[in-house]
C-alpha cells in the first residue's frame, strides 16, 4: 500500500524557488519526496529472482544550484506591505527605463551597431516606435533575450539583476550589492557592462561587428546581431534601474533565499549545496544501508567539491555527453555502467525514432533535446542484483503531455527489455499545470488550492496530469507512478525581473517530478518533504 506523508501544509505561499520532489530523499528547494521501492512477487520481464534488488531508495531532485538571479521568484513573504512597496518602487524604475536612456548610455562605441539594431527592432509587428519607450515593454517583441539566463554568464557578463549573484570585482562582492552602493558601485558595474560587449564587438572589426557575426557564428559571443544588440540593451537596462532604486532593489533581495537578509551578501554556494546534500541524506541516514539512488536534474559540476564536507559513503556520477544536466548521487551502491552514450545500445537513437512522427514540427526541438537529456545508468546492489535508471530532465512539451507520457513509459520499458534487468525512471517532466479560465488573479488561486486536500492539485489544474498518465499507460500499462497523480512537486511565482515577460506573475502549482516504478515493485513508502 502506497502511503504519502502530507507535509505540504507550510508550502501554502512559499515561492522563492521551485518546489521539487525527490523520490528518495528529502531535499532542497523546498519539496522533496522518498519512495521504498521493493519487489514483489510478480515476474518483471527478463529479470530473474536473483536479480531482485530488495529495498531500494530512489529519488529525483532539480538542484537548481546555479541560480544567479535573487529575484527571479517571489519569496514567501510577498504579500507583506515591506515587499510590495518594495516591488513596486523597483518595477516602476525598471519599465521606466526607455531606449533613449539606453542609447546615451551606451555611447559612441555602440553607436552604429545599435542604430541598425534599433532599425531591425522596428519592424517586429509588437516592436518599439519611438526611442521613449519603455525597454522592458518589449522584451521579445522587438528585444530579443531568448540567451538571456546563461549567455556568456561564466566570460565576464555583467548584469545586476539576472546574474546578481555573481560575484564582482577583486574584492569578490556579490553584483547586486556592487550595483546598488551609493558611492560609485553602480558607475564600475555600468563601467563592466559597456567594456564586456565593447571587447565582443572589437573581435568582428575588419568588415563590420554585424556583418563579421552573419559570416561567423563565434563573433558576438555566439549571438545573433539581434541577439547581441538586444542583450546590451536589457544589461544597460538592468543597471540603470538599480541606479534609481537602490533601496527598493536591495530590499528585494534581502527576501531570497541566497541573500544573508542582514548583511544582504550572498550566501555562499556551498552552503546551499550543503543544504541539498544533507535533506538527501537525511532519508539514507535513517534507513543505514539501504541503497540510495537520487536522479539529480541541473546540478552544478562538481557538486561534492563545492559542499563544505563531502558525505560520507556518497558519490556523484555525471553523464559522460559532457552536458551537465544531469547526474547521478548514489550511495550503498555500485554504479556498474553509464549506458548513455553507449553505441552497442544507442538508446537516443530508438527514442529519436520512436518521438519522430509524434511530435508536431513546432516541438521537434524540445523532443530533441529531451532525448538529449535522458541518461542510463547501471547500479549494482548489495543483494546482487542490478538495476538500471533513467534520469530524464524534459524540455516542456507543452500541451502534447499524452506523448510526453508514452514517450517515458516506452524509454523505461526499451530499456528494461534491452538489459533484461528492472528498469526504473526518474526525474523532471516539466509539465504544466494551467489553472482554470475562471481562475487568473493570484488571489483566487491560492483560494481554490486552500480548498483541496493538503499537497494536491486542483481539479482543474490536474488535467495535464491525467493526460500524461492516459499516454504513459498506453505504453507501458504495469508502471506506476510516484507521488500519486496530483501531488503538488512544484510551486512557483515569477517576478517581473527576469527575461520570460509573458511568464512575469504567474503563480505556477503542478506535478512535474515523478519515480516510475515497473511492474513487480511497489512502493513502500512515500515522503514528501518541505523545505521552508
Not at 544589461?235 to 528585494?252: H, I, M, N, W
Not at 541566497?258 to 544582504?264: K, L, R, Y
Request: net charge negative; with cysteine.
Amino acid at each position: 500500500k502506497l502511503e504519502c506523508a502530507r507535509q505540504l501544509c507550510t508550502m501554502q505561499g512559499l515561492f522563492d524557488m521551485e518546489v521539487v520532489a525527490t523520490v528518495a530523499a528529502a531535499t532542497f528547494s523546498l519539496a522533496a519526496f522518498h519512495v521504498w521501492a521493493r519487489r514483489g512477487g510478480g515476474a518483471v520481464r527478463g529479470v530473474t529472482a536473483a536479480s531482485a534488488p530488495g529495498r531500494v531508495i530512489f529519488g529525483t531532485l532539480n538542484v537548481l544550484g546555479n541560480a544567479k538571479n535573487p529575484i527571479e521568484f517571489c519569496p514567501q513573504h510577498f504579500r507583506t506591505d515591506a515587499w510590495r512597496k518594495a516591488n513596486d518602487a523597483f518595477h516602476a524604475s525598471l519599465y521606466g527605463v526607455s531606449f533613449r536612456d539606453v542609447f546615451d548610455t551606451a555611447g559612441p562605441v555602440h553607436a552604429a551597431g545599435l542604430k541598425e539594431w534599433w532599425d531591425r527592432a522596428r519592424l517586429h509587428p509588437d516592436g518599439p516606435r519611438y526611442p521613449v519607450d519603455s525597454v522592458c515593454e518589449h522584451i521579445n517583441r522587438g528585444v530579443n533575450l531568448a540567451l538571456d539566463n546563461r549567455w556568456l554568464s561564466d566570460k565576464g557578463r555583467v548584469n545586476p539583476v539576472i546574474l546578481g549573484l555573481d560575484p564582482f570585482g577583486p574584492e569578490g562582492h556579490p553584483t547586486f550589492c556592487e550595483a546598488a552602493n551609493p558611492d560609485g558601485g553602480n558607475e564600475l558595474v555600468l563601467g563592466a557592462v559597456l567594456d564586456f560587449y565593447a571587447a565582443l564587438a572589437a573581435e568582428g572589426q575588419g568588415s563590420t561587428a554585424v556583418g563579421k557575426a552573419r559570416a561567423e557564428s563565434k563573433i558576438l559571443g555566439g549571438a545573433d546581431p539581434d541577439q547581441f544588440y538586444g542583450l546590451l540593451v536589457w544589461d544597460l537596462a538592468c543597471t540603470l534601474a538599480v541606479r534609481k532604486a537602490p533601496e527598493a532593489f536591495l530590499e528585494l533581495c534581502r527576501g531570497s533565499h541566497a541573500v544573508d537578509p542582514t548583511t544582504a551578501t550572498a550566501v555562499p554556494q556551498s552552503v546551499l549545496l550543503d543544504r541539498v546534500v544533507s535533506h538527501v541524506l537525511d532519508v539514507s541516514d535513517r534507513h543505514p544501508n539501504i541503497p540510495l539512488i537520487v536522479g539529480l536534474q541541473e546540478p552544478p559540476p562538481d557538486l561534492l567539491t563545492l559542499t563544505a564536507t563531502r558525505p560520507d559513503g556518497v558519490e556523484v556520477h555525471y553523464s559522460p555527453t559532457g552536458k551537465p544536466s544531469t547526474a547521478f548521487l548514489y550511495r550503498h551502491c555500485t554504479l556498474v555502467a553509464d549506458l548513455t552514450a553507449d553505441p552497442t545500445h544507442d538508446f537516443a537513437a530508438v527514442w529519436r525514432d520512436y518521438l519522430a512522427d509524434k511530435v508536431p514540427p513546432a516541438l521537434a526541438g524540445k523532443a530533441a533535446t529531451t532525448v538529449e537529456r535522458v541518461s542510463v545508468s547501471v547500479f549494482g546492489l548489495p543483494s546482487g542484483g542490478r538495476v538500471a535508471v533513467l534520469n530524464a530532465h524534459v524540455s516542456s512539451f507543452k500541451a502534447e503531455v499524452g506523448v510526453l507520457g508514452q514517450f517515458l513509459g516506452f524509454a523505461a520499458g526499451h530499456v528494461e527489455a534491452t538489459l533484461g534487468i528492472p528498469a526504473i525512471l526518474v526525474g523532471d517532466t516539466n509539465i504544466d499545470s494551467p489553472w482554470d479560465k475562471g481562475c487568473r488573479t493570484v488571489d483566487a488561486q491560492m483560494a481554490a488550492l486552500a480548498a483541496c486536500p493538503v499537497g494536491r492539485l486542483p481539479e482543474a489544474a490536474a488535467a495535464a496530469v491525467r493526460r500524461f498518465e492516459a499516454g504513459l499507460t498506453q505504453t507501458n500499462p504495469a508502471v506506476t507512478v510516484h507521488p500519486p497523480l496530483g501531488s503538488i512537486t512544484t510551486m512557483k511565482r515569477r517576478t517581473h525581473f527576469q527575461a520570460q515577460a509573458a511568464k512575469a506573475g504567474e503563480f505556477v502549482v503542478s506535478h512535474k517530478d515523478v519515480v516510475l516504478l515497473p511492474e513487480g515493485y511497489r512502493a513502500v513508502d512515500t515522503q514528501l518533504g518541505v523545505m521552508g
